[in-house]
């Protein structure tokens, strides 16, 4: 699978954008960024996924670059729910099947304050 | 819909025992994950099953870590005998299939406690 890179951590204002990158610069080319996030003491939690368009929801947008080696999610009004460690993942097939495995990694520990 | 549903949400144990985790994956998912998080090696992917077939078990850690998925609605998790180590969160994910674009869903985990 392609490594991810996230800051350990991210700081945001209440109903301020949040921005958090992600860096995933060997990713091939049918592999997709999958975000989820992990709220304190809850199971990990589905944000979005994208191939290589810009993709967004009513939780968050995903802006990958043209060269797919890094994406960014946007919480474009973040609010004190919105802390939680957020987790970038390449999801890539196990080898011949139509698995897609989800790795997850260290991710960003993501803190909104009033 | 209720969500992937796991039981008992807490367990403490004296290492040696047996211990069993319940799954009850979203009605209609075929797909049917169980993950471990430690503070240590995060989460980690343990087993996974197709339409209730195990496809890769290659997370499991040891022979003392055994997972069942008798039908579509229920999977357990078993560990024999319990060692202090074991000690983690356990979750376990159901998506309506095993492909790229299929989002796994996450139960609320079982937190287990081997003394």
């Known amino acids: 699978d392609a490594k991810t890179t996230q800051p350990p951590s991210m700081d945001c204002a209440e109903g301020r954008a949040a921005n958090l990158p992600c860096n995933h610069s060997t990713i091939s080319g049918n592999e997709y960024v999958y975000w989820y996030r992990q709220i304190h003491s809850q199971g990990p939690q589905y944000i979005i996924h994208?191939?290589?368009n810009n993709e967004t929801n009513e939780m968050a947008s995903l802006i990958i670059t043209e060269d797919r080696k890094s994406s960014t999610l946007i919480l474009p009004h973040a609010t004190l729910r919105d802390t939680a460690v957020y987790y970038c993942i390449v999801r890539s097939r196990a080898g011949g099947t139509s698995y897609g495995k989800l790795t997850f990694g260290q991710g960003t520990i993501l803190t909104v304050h009033p | 819909d209720a969500g992937v549903i796991q039981s008992p949400r807490h367990e403490v144990t004296e290492m040696g025992q047996e211990v069993t985790l319940r799954c009850k994956p979203i009605s209609g998912h075929n797909s049917l994950f169980w993950y471990r998080q430690t503070m240590m090696r995060g989460l980690e992917l343990l087993i996974y099953f197709n339409n209730n077939v195990p496809i890769d078990d290659s997370g499991m850690p040891e022979d003392r870590f055994s997972a069942k998925m008798p039908n579509a609605s229920f999977s357990t998790l078993k560990i024999q005998p319990s060692e202090p180590r074991d000690s983690a969160v356990y979750f376990c994910?159901?998506?309506?299939?095993?492909?790229?674009?299929?989002?796994?869903?996450f139960g609320p985990g079982t937190r287990l406690t081997v003394l």
């Open positions: 994910a159901s998506s309506r299939g095993q492909g790229m674009h299929n989002e796994q869903f």
């Open positions: 994208g191939l290589k």
